[in-house]
């Protein structure tokens, strides 16, 4: 698929970025509803200038110090996920040392096999989470959501849950996990529930994630990444994520 | 296809409209970009609190008015409308006496096809801007976008464009025509171009044009939608809208 963008329209980039999900959404990756979710996204990415802010790239820093301090971590990953930077998550993967697990909401085995497929194009080497290994079960969960690899999700101590369902980021923080939330609402369910919430668009987010990983990741930096774990505050990250949005609002040019 | 949605979600009614877009892709008559544009409504309708507002109802009445008074009015409908209420708007279109064209950002010959049927099945007598039909272009686009009916949108003297792209908004307004736009976001290039935009979910605003166009049809009520047309105020209008959206940011209840 070309992906053809009139070059003189002013959110050219944005509409890249949505061709990218409606061609994985073509591959099979991507379901329907995750191309709505992708809108809603978008809204808020619009609100806050569709750059990342101070407050994300501190929580990214924090996110990425959580990986790398965690004896298993895990980094979910679903259709839009795979279609937007599939490349990028196996970078963060190799450099924080955490297996892929591919965890869906609308389950079904093409789906899983695509985004599979999709990710070992990308250099994965294993992907969790697919077909029979998604053998074990969130407890407070119902239909297929709840199936998660025993070997991944279900054991893991951290994981990182980017473009995620509400009740299934509550179960796993209920798990007594620690959950990093990519999530560009910060009035979700999924942001208000997670330890850590990057409020910013995952195109941007992962990037910095792997940055912040390859600078901290030296033994010697275990103090600090504790440091910068330890005084996240995500309450505060959230709420001033809101007033961005608020003052975005306001402050947009425009003309009536 | 069923609509499944667990009960106790606390966003079902929202994932219902959503699942009603999704059959509408399924059964050919949205296009997967029309999934995205839906998310990006539902943010906004997310951040108004899920509900019409004063100015909304106002700008409904101030729509239906300018229809009634126009000698050539035209109702634009493209997957998305036809997906979300195609009932509604040959309601509406009977209501006001205003033919009902097809209108696709994304046009082929299947899509048209399905809308139409969609709309046929819903009572539509004519469906204007269907295959040969619309052959008559909008001067300042380009792309399959610019084609329109010659007896529809192309003569038109005042036009509803629901859910439509900032160029064509503005193209028509260019053109002389008086435009009225349903739009979720104060904000974007279709909503500042209208004369009269409506801020709400289409799913909302539609009966509420049809109830205001029953109440306001009477001949002896021609003095009156001069004025509501008069004296509406689309800057007012949209400023308002922006701070109802920047006080649900506050407003909303939450816990950290």
């Given at each position: 698929m070309d992906i053809n963008i009139?070059?003189?329209?002013?959110r050219a980039k944005s509409l890249y970025v949505r061709e990218l999900l409606v061609r994985g959404f073509k591959n099979g990756l991507v379901a329907p509803e995750g191309l709505i979710a992708q809108g809603r996204g978008e809204s808020f990415d619009y609100l806050l200038g569709e750059k990342t802010s101070k407050v994300a790239q501190i929580s990214a820093r924090a996110a990425s110090s959580a990986l790398l301090l965690a004896k298993c971590p895990v980094l979910s990953v679903n259709g839009n996920v795979a279609a937007l930077c599939s490349n990028e998550i196996v970078d963060l993967s190799n450099i924080v040392n955490a297996p892929i697990e591919v965890n869906?909401?609308?389950?079904n085995n093409n789906r899983e096999r695509a985004i599979e497929k999709q990710l070992k194009e990308s250099g994965a080497k294993i992907v969790l989470g697919v077909g029979s290994r998604?053998?074990?079960?969130?407890?407070?969960l119902q239909s297929e959501r709840r199936r998660v690899d025993p070997n991944g999700l279900y054991k893991a101590d951290t994981v990182l849950i980017p473009l995620e369902d509400g009740d299934r980021a509550k179960a796993f923080v209920n798990m007594g996990k620690t959950v990093i939330a990519i999530d560009l609402n910060p009035l979700s369910r999924t942001a208000r529930s997670a330890q850590i919430t990057i409020v910013d668009n995952i195109i941007r987010a992962i990037p910095r994630m792997i940055a912040a990983a390859k600078q901290l990741m030296d033994k010697n930096n275990k103090h600090l990444m504790e440091r910068l774990v330890k005084e996240f505050d995500n309450r505060e990250n959230l709420l001033e994520s809101l007033r961005l949005i608020q003052g975005g609002i306001g402050a947009r040019p425009r003309r009536y």
């Open positions: 009139p070059s003189n329209h002013p869906l909401f609308y389950r998604a053998s074990a079960i969130i407890p407070e």
